[in-house]
Structure formats: C-alpha cells, structure tokens
C-alpha cells in the first residue's frame, strides 16, 4: 500500500474517532438506550462505531474516484488496523472484529441502499434513514416484538435519523475535500 493510501486512511481514521464524539453518535447512543435499555454502553458503542464506519466507507465510495476509493478505503482499514495493535488486541479479537465488520456491512447494504434512494427522492417524508435506523436498533438486540419507534413526532428515532443526515453531510464534506486535495488536477 502507498505512503498516500495510509495517510488519507490515517486521516479517515481521525474524522472516524471526531464523528464518534459529535452529537450524531450521542443521538444513536440515546436511540438505543430507549429501544433497549438494558444494553450495555459496551454493546450500543460498538454499534454506533460500526455504523459510523459504515456511514465513513459510503461517503469514501461516493466522494472519491471510483478509480482510488477502494485503496483509499484500505488504506482506512489499515490505519484503524494500526490503532487496534496499538490496542495489543490478540490474533482472535482482531479476526472477529474483521467478523463482525463484514457481518454488519452486508447488513447495512440494503436498509442503506433503499433509504439513500429515499433521501435522494426529493418527494418522500422529512424522514430518512429509515430502514438504516431499523437495522442498527436490530443489531443491539432482536427483540421478538419491536417498539415502534418512529411513532410520535420527537423522539429518538427521529433525532437519529436527522442526526444521520447531518453526519453524512459533514463526512462526504471532509471526504470531499480529501478528494479534492488529493486526486483532482489543477486547472
């Protein structure tokens, strides 16, 4: 891997770790405090950085040329990977932590795919992210007969789904501009 590809990793690595400390992710946490509240913080932080890291690899398959996003994604893995040695994780943890990625972004593929269609559909609902949000409450725990969380007007789901939004904005934002400094050609 290039000096390049890690250095741009590096730096997702970082708005990854800011992303975590925004209210975005204090929106999600609070989402799944309600949907389930006796998950531990153990478990709801693990999902909200698994979605996080969902959200950051589709605004790095969107934002960079399709020519260098799946370097630049490695190069992301590669970084977050250097973080975990620092962690001195075993041999084990690290390969269900490679596990329960993969697990989690093919579940993510198709809720994700179905509401950015939504999104980008300037007639649905103020709502978005809807079936994103339904998996990521899934992944703290299956319940056998869900809450119906999106009844109302103001509550949790409601704040995560525009909180959704906002993080998108600002990582295809930041993603945007490492594109721009990185791969676009002066004119």
């Keep these: 891997m290039s000096s390049l590809y890690l250095h741009l990793g590096r730096q997702l690595a970082q708005l990854l770790g800011a992303k975590l400390q925004d209210a975005s992710a204090e929106a999600l946490r609070d989402l799944a405090r309600a949907y389930d509240p006796s998950a531990t913080d153990a478990r709801i932080n693990a999902e909200v950085f698994l979605l996080h890291k969902y959200l950051l690899v589709q605004a790095c398959v ?15 893995f590669a970084a977050l990977n250097e973080r ?22 093919g579940e993510f593929d198709r809720p994700f795919a179905k509401d950015r269609e939504q ?69």
């Design 62 to 76: 969107g934002a960079f040329p399709e020519s260098e996003a799946e370097q630049v994604v490695a190069g992301f």
């Design 84 to 105: 975990a040695d620092g962690l001195e994780f075993g041999s084990e943890r690290q390969v269900a932590m490679e596990q329960m990625w993969r697990l989690r972004a």
């Design 119 to 187: 999104f980008l559909d300037e007639t649905s609902g103020a709502l978005h992210w809807k079936h994103t949000i339904d998996q990521f409450c899934q992944n703290i725990r299956q319940l056998e007969r869900p809450p119906d969380i999106w009844s109302g007007t103001g509550g949790p789901s409601h704040q995560a789904s525009r909180s959704v939004t906002d993080i998108l904005d600002k990582m295809l934002h930041a993603v945007g501009e490492l594109n721009r400094l990185n791969f676009s050609k002066p004119a």
